[in-house]
């Protein structure tokens, strides 16, 4: 192209001056937005955050390979996170990081810069809340089987969050029938662990139950929950009771008749002697020997009495002839 060219350069002005008077200029850059949000989990070494985003255009359309500056402040706002990330082929992007334990409650900010050649700068302010200091209750199990007549035992770890350091009183809730729950300790400072020894009577009721945890330090309360499947026991107390009890009953019954007969027995042979004592003739004796014989045959009488008597009515007899 030749710029000595005066027709030439008389039309490149002419352009330069249309694009510089035009109310919209063709060299405008483009307009760009960030789209993003929190996705905040509690851990044991704090609070996990997660930001995930995207940078698109105006019509939704993803912008790759935009430069993404990530700034976060505390609820002072003292910054305690800064990050640089790039959006991907489909305008994605994600950042984490973690709020330590003994970082202060409250609103936690962050500041978010897109930028990318022929793009204007892009910016977005998001936040979220995170309570003051706090505990949480985790269980080692969430279901736990136990057979009749057996313990069994769960472990409790109450987590602290955020410092906290007051006494939790750990307790259960909700039991079934029959069935007994201790803790040791029953109360502790967090961060630590209590074991909860669940107990199963022999009466407790088979199948599903739902245990509660409860953990109380002063105005906060926090649950949990474990699922205790009661399993039937190698034998069952209640049906052992009652046969003895059954057995006790038939001995009693067994006692009070055998007594019964040997009152019968007593009585008969009383007046057995007695009809001997009153005539002691012969026609007499041989009637009481014949009664002695139905009572053996019956027997009311036993054998050591019957065999005594026997001989003492012969004696009689050999006498009376």
Not at 10 to 38: E, H, R, T, Y
Not at 184 to 206: D, E, H, K, M, Q
């Amino acid at each position: 192209m030749d710029l000595r060219n005066p027709l030439l350069n008389g039309v490149l002005i002419i352009l330069l001056l249309a694009i510089l008077a035009s109310p919209v200029s063709v060299l405008a850059a483009k307009k760009m937005l960030i789209l993003a949000s929190f996705n905040p989990t509690q851990t044991e070494q704090g609070v996990s955050v997660i930001i995930s985003g995207s940078v698109v255009d105006p019509a939704n359309e993803s912008i790759p390979n935009a430069v993404i500056s990530i700034q976060v402040n505390n609820p002072q706002g003292t910054s305690i996170h800064v990050a640089i990330r790039y959006s991907d082929v489909n305008g994605i992007f994600q950042d984490s990081f973690v709020i330590p334990q003994n970082s202060p409650g409250g609103n936690y900010s962050a500041f978010l810069t897109a930028d990318k050649p022929g793009y204007d700068t892009a910016r977005q302010t998001i936040s979220f809340t995170i309570s003051n200091p706090d505990f949480s209750v985790q269980m080692s199990t969430t279901e736990l089987a136990v057979t009749q007549g057996q313990t069994g035992s769960v472990t409790v770890t109450i987590l602290a969050l955020r410092g906290y350091n007051q006494a939790v009183n750990v307790t259960a809730i909700d039991l079934p029938p029959g069935v007994t729950v201790k803790s040791n300790p029953a109360s502790l400072i967090p961060s630590g662990t209590s074991t909860l020894a669940i107990s199963v009577s022999f009466n407790a009721p088979l199948g599903n139950h739902t245990i509660t945890i409860l953990a109380v330090s002063g105005s906060l309360s926090h649950r949990a929950s474990v699922r205790l499947h009661v399993n039937p026991g190698p034998f069952q107390p209640t049906l052992i009771l009652t046969a003895l009890a059954a057995i006790i009953v038939l001995a009693v019954a067994l006692i009070l008749r055998s007594r019964k007969r040997r009152s019968l027995r007593e009585e008969a042979v009383e007046q057995l002697i007695k009809e001997a004592k009153a005539d002691t003739g012969y026609v007499t004796t041989v009637r009481v020997i014949a009664h002695l014989e139905e009572l053996r045959a019956e027997g009311k009488v036993d054998e050591a009495t019957y065999q005594r008597l026997r001989k003492e009515y012969e004696k009689r007899l050999e006498k009376s002839k």
